[in-house]
């Protein structure tokens, strides 16, 4: 795939930080959305949604993992993320190309 690597808006680097956070949830229809117990973490912003995902790494112990790292890429006319996370079952990663990115408190 080719690649153009573009400036990200401030306003999604400085929201998309959440170390320490617990995954709680996801769901994955016509977007992906994933909600967060930020009681560990340094956000209250608890909820994800990525706007026309395509899904290209989706381990299975997602869920009740706690998020350690993220990378933000620009790509073509969006995004991809991944996540490194860890929890009982070890080691989780999830990567996600995606139109946009909407981050928030619910």
């Given amino acids: 795939m080719d690649t153009v690597r573009?400036?990200?808006s401030d306003d999604i680097k400085d929201q998309f930080?959440?170390?320490d956070?617990?995954?709680t949830g996801i769901n994955a229809s016509e977007d992906m959305v994933i909600r967060l117990d930020t009681q560990g973490g340094f956000t209250n912003l608890n909820q994800i949604?990525?706007?026309k995902p395509e899904i290209v790494r989706q381990d299975?112990?997602?869920v009740g993992s706690s998020w350690l790292y993220e990378e933000l890429y620009r790509v073509n006319d969006g995004y991809e993320?991944?996540?490194f996370l860890s929890g009982a079952a070890g080691m989780q990663e999830l990567i996600?190309?995606?139109g946009?990115?909407?981050v928030e408190e619910r």
């Fill in 6 to 8: 573009r400036k990200f």
């Fill in 17 to 19: 930080l959440f170390h």
């Fill in 21 to 23: 956070c617990t995954v």
């Fill in 49 to 51: 949604t990525l706007i």
């Fill in 60 to 62: 299975e112990h997602i």
């Fill in 81 to 83: 993320v991944h996540v």
């Fill in 96 to 98: 996600v190309r995606c």
């Fill in 100 to 102: 946009d990115i909407v």
